[in-house]
């Protein structure tokens, strides 16, 4: 009852709120869900419509929630590919192969370095050729860096010198998107907003520019509009093509652009290739999809919320496998697949536990592990590898797509699951590195900075529940008040500047900053 008035003020009940909807605003929704049969949106909850029901000749078409699909892959030069996870800041970087042999190697070939990105938690990252964008769309900070690829893969971690930093307050809870086009074309800038797809595109200088003191950024945008198919989507361009991609990865539309002069212009009809449903934990879950452009010429990569993806060439051109149709005006077509689980060949020291992988062989000659398939060696570190010398064991779909041949000799027995046991505290258990402590049964077990190996007996249903390579609450760095049990711990080291532990390691602390004042194994008093 409305104060001071007769009668009553009734709002717009849920269901009412919900067939208003569009499909993509439907799945993004706490109230409402999708419904496949009658294409409309409805109110209810993940069991199905609050009324009546949702089915097709006996199948459920019921899509309650999309999730939030968040993990990212941007493209980190002509050679390499970021993978980064915004809830955590956690990242991969992957080494590109462009030339993955007609499916038969693996165009993510393996990772070369990992770690998390220092205060980036909920940040959207992208790359401007090797120059990482750090941008924070709650308080429209930004930073940009050169990244020095010889040091990532030496280090194993990233490794870029800031070179601009500031504030864009245009872009408070926006998101961002960066085209590029090509050698010796502007770079672009796209900021958007995700609930009503309202635009801008502005022109992004570079770092010659700004040192001879022109901005970064124009006072105004080079135009403006609306397109309701930006809403919740990713942006992306395809390296040396003249095309746009915004996709919505909760439905599956993918609307295509060209951006000359910095206008964006929309290329025939969006492309809606249905949804797939899956079951995850025996919960029926949509398969999002992703594309972002990668490496140096015409290349997509599209990934998915379970963790496959796809190395996409492709061609203003009719293509045969293409993913897009005849009707797009670009045509893409898989020429490599696989899971986001890095094989880590470089990482193992014998034969066995080499060719146990199938995505590595093993070099006699040189004695070391390479990826490969069945005809020989594919990673760039090691171009030939004589035939007599190399040893595989058998290809198989996570391979490219390739499923290879078996070795005369048989496969190896299995490796025993890495034992954990040995920790009853946090703290000691994330110092082995193929150990994590699973908070919910306060056990050491194996597992990697995703989870636990064992998801079934150990579920994880947030970050809050696992503890890999650090811990929190009473093992976390900021219960230490010492800086001599502090820097005794492997995860942690001591901020001078304010006199306090913090979670880092020998790289530099991990969640926040503290310039020359942070040690890390040793105290400052005892450091000679």
Known sequence: RVHGAKGYHCSPSASQTCSNLTRVQCLKSQHCGYCLATKSCAEGNENGPTHGTCDLEGEDMWIFSSGDFVKTYVGLGSEHVLDFEPLNSHYFVWSL??????????????????????????????????????????????????????????????????????????????????????????????????????????????????????????????SKGSFPDLMFADITSIPSLPVVLAHQSSTSTTTFFSIAGGKLTQLGKPLNKGVQMILVNGKRQLQQTKYVGVGSSKSLLLYTSLGSWQYLQCSLEQMVDDVFGADAPVHCAPRSSGTANP???????????????SNCGWCAMTMKCFSGYRAGVCSKSAPTCPSASWKYVAGSSDSGGFVGGIKENPLPSPVPPHDCSHSSTCRSCVSDSQCGWHIPTKTCTPGNSKGPLDSTKFPVGSATEWSFMFCSGTDGCASFTDCGECVSVSYCGWCQASNRCITGTNGGPLFETCGAEYHYGQCPALIH
Not at 169 to 197: E, H, S
Not at 205 to 220: F, M, Q, T, V
Not at 344 to 353: D, G, I, P, Q, V
Request: charged letters at 20%; one cysteine or more; a negative charge.
């Open 97 to 222: 192969n462009e030339d993955p042999n007609n499916n038969q190697c693996r165009a993510l070939e393996d990772t070369v370095a990992n770690g998390y990105l220092q205060n980036a938690i909920g940040h959207q990252v992208l790359f401007i050729g090797e120059n990482i964008l750090d941008f924070n769309p709650t308080n429209g900070k930004f930073r940009l860096a050169l990244c020095d690829k010889s040091l990532i893969a030496s280090t194993g971690r990233m490794q870029c010198d800031t070179w601009a930093d500031g504030t864009w307050p245009q872009f408070l809870n926006r998101k961002l998107g960066v085209i590029l086009l090509g050698p010796n074309q502007p770079t672009f800038l796209i900021d958007f907003d995700q609930f009503t797809g309202e635009y801008r595109v502005w022109e992004l200088n570079g770092r010659k520019e700004l040192d001879s003191g022109i901005p970064l950024l124009r006072a105004s945008p080079l």
């Open 343 to 357: 094989p880590l060949c470089a990482e193992k020291t014998n034969e066995a536990t080499c060719t146990a992988n």
